[in-house]
T-cell receptor, first 116, second 118 residues
Framework: AQSVAQPEDQVNVAEGNPLTVKCTYS??????LFWYVQYPNRGLQFLLK??????LVKGSYGFEAEFNKSQTSFHLKKPSALVSDSALYFC??????????????FGKGTHLIIQP | GAVVSQHPSRVICKSGTSVKIECRSLDFQATTMFWYRQFPKQSLMLMATSNEGSKATYEQGVEKDKFLINHASLTLSTLTVTSAHPEDSSFYIC??????????????FGDGTRLSIL
């Protein structure tokens, strides 16, 4: 069964500073990993994915993520944070706890707060 | 890009009422859609996979008779919460993946439905 851990409930970063939101995963087989962002009372917006290939994945809005197989991590990063980046971020792996092949298993989410 | 529309965005109803939530793929045909539930300040939990023309696949612990799923066309899946009670109050979100863009495409999410049972 798959699982995703986001160890931080909240991350505070000053505007203009680099940010990192951590994610580790546990899967059997090859991991298909995703990052999504959620704004209040809205659905999720796709940021980026890792399927195969380069370990550094670039996505929307200047975000990128680094896949590290040995550490089973997929941390989300951005070189310079914006106040508008403040939101709830979810890491996810393809595959459900019930064994469904296509549904997503999500981490608990990390609140990212960018301070002006 | 792919767009998924969900309706209604908010429902408030009395205990014992059945509530239907619609999920539509607007610019692609989705043979598979997914229904998630999100409790306040918690993550999304996959409830079931909706399969066009066949029965839905439910995750462990999800009551099939409580959460009825119908995927009658390639662009519409519905979730009906039957005889809803206050503990069913939650944020329900659907998603779909555009199969025409390849197997490794991400899921696209609707904006969710806030269900409140009084």
């Amino acid at each position: 069964a798959q699982s995703v851990a986001q160890p931080e409930d909240q991350v505070n970063v000053a505007e203009g500073n680099p940010l990192t939101v951590k994610c580790t995963y546990s899967v059997s087989g090859n991991p298909y990993l995703f990052w999504y962002v959620q704004y209040p009372n809205r659905g999720l917006q796709f940021l980026l994915k890792y399927i195969t290939g380069d370990n550094l994945v670039k996505g929307s809005y200047g975000f990128e993520a680094e896949f590290n197989k040995s550490q089973t991590s997929f941390h989300l990063k951005k070189p310079s944070a914006l106040v508008s980046d403040s939101a709830l971020y979810f890491c996810a792996v393809r595959g459900s706890t019930g064994g469904g092949a296509d549904g997503l298993t999500f981490g608990k989410g990390t609140h990212l707060i960018i301070q002006p | 890009g792919a767009v998924v529309s969900q309706h209604p965005s908010r429902v408030i109803c009395k205990s014992g009422t059945s509530v239907k939530i619609e999920c539509r793929s607007l610019d692609f045909q989705a043979t598979t859609m997914f229904w998630y539930r999100q409790f306040p300040k918690q993550s999304l939990m996959l409830m079931a996979t909706s399969n066009e023309g066949s029965k839905a696949t439910y995750e462990q612990g999800v009551e099939k008779d409580k959460f009825l799923i119908n995927h009658a066309s390639l662009t519409l899946s519905t979730l009906t919460v039957t005889s809803a009670h206050p503990e069913d109050s939650s944020f329900y979100i659907c998603s779909a993946r555009d199969p025409g863009r390849g197997w490794n495409q991400p899921q696209h999410f609707g904006d969710g439905t806030r269900l409140s049972i009084l």
